[in-house]
């Protein structure tokens, strides 16, 4: 099938520590990926999208890479912040009934405490 | 860039009443909106695709009848939650797209409505 599966959480990281959230998806052709973010009592945001093999997103100091060979698109950040405190989804859009709608990953919690 | 409005972010109500959620695009016309329903730690699960002048299209197990959606014009789609219960509290998102193509489609979500049924 067309999905995206990701790392449950939650997880928990101390300031300036790296994060990895993993995330692997299936498809039968190379599908733009996404990661969006959800802060605490705020809607979903897109974070940052790659739209075709070995494009690498990028913002505010998250990067993810879309890897073919290992159909992932991991979720990276060298150093993060109490503020990135938040849940992260990963995503990709699945055509269907005529139009284009996003499907997710179950989403991961991060907490990065001081 | 293109924002997505809803209203109202937050709404309590008594069981039994039924509660309306509009869904706009503000500067953009969107022919297809979604709805989402967030479960707590748990991801969105899509509840409807809502096409401008026709009928929604539910996803299984989603009553259509409970969950009335209209998408009167290309800005607007609306969620009304009939005969609301405590188990339809939830936090209702919807979200609309900027274009047809796969390739770099993203959707614009709006802030999200929490709803509390009593």
């Known amino acids: 099938g067309n999905s995206v599966t990701q790392m449950e959480g939650p997880v928990t990281l101390s300031e300036e520590a790296f994060l990895t959230i993993n995330c692997t998806y299936t498809?039968?052709?190379?599908?733009?990926l996404f990661w969006y973010v959800q802060y605490p009592g705020e809607g979903l945001q897109l974070l940052l999208k790659a739209t075709k093999a070995d494009d690498k997103g990028s913002n505010k100091g998250f990067e993810a890479t879309y890897r073919k060979e290992t159909t992932s698109f991991h979720l990276e950040k060298g150093s993060v912040q109490v503020s990135d405190s938040a849940v992260y989804f990963c995503?990709?859009?699945?055509?269907?009934?005529?139009?284009?709608?996003?499907?997710f990953g179950k989403g991961t919690k991060l907490s990065v405490i001081p | 860039g293109a924002v997505v409005s809803q209203h109202p972010s937050r709404v309590i109500c008594k069981s039994g009443t039924s509660v309306k959620i509009e869904c706009r695009s503000l500067?953009?016309?969107?022919?297809?909106m979604f709805w989402y329903r967030q479960f707590p730690k748990q991801s969105l699960m899509l509840m409807a695709t809502?096409?401008?002048?026709?009928?929604?299209?539910?996803e299984q197990g989603v009553e259509k009848d409970k969950f009335l959606i209209n998408h009167a014009s290309l800005t607007l789609s609306t969620l009304t939650v009939t005969s609301a219960h405590p188990e339809d509290s939830s936090f209702y998102i919807c979200?609309?797209?900027?274009?047809?193509?796969?390739?770099?489609?993203?959707?614009?979500f709006g802030a999200g409505s929490r709803l509390t049924v009593l």
């Open positions: 809502s096409n401008e002048g026709s009928k929604a299209t539910y």
């Open positions: 500067d953009f016309q969107a022919t297809t």
């Open positions: 979200s609309a797209s900027l274009g047809t193509g796969v390739g770099a489609n993203v959707l614009t």
């Open positions: 995503a990709r859009p699945l055509f269907w009934a005529g139009s284009y709608q996003l499907t």
């Open positions: 498809a039968t052709g190379y599908p733009s």
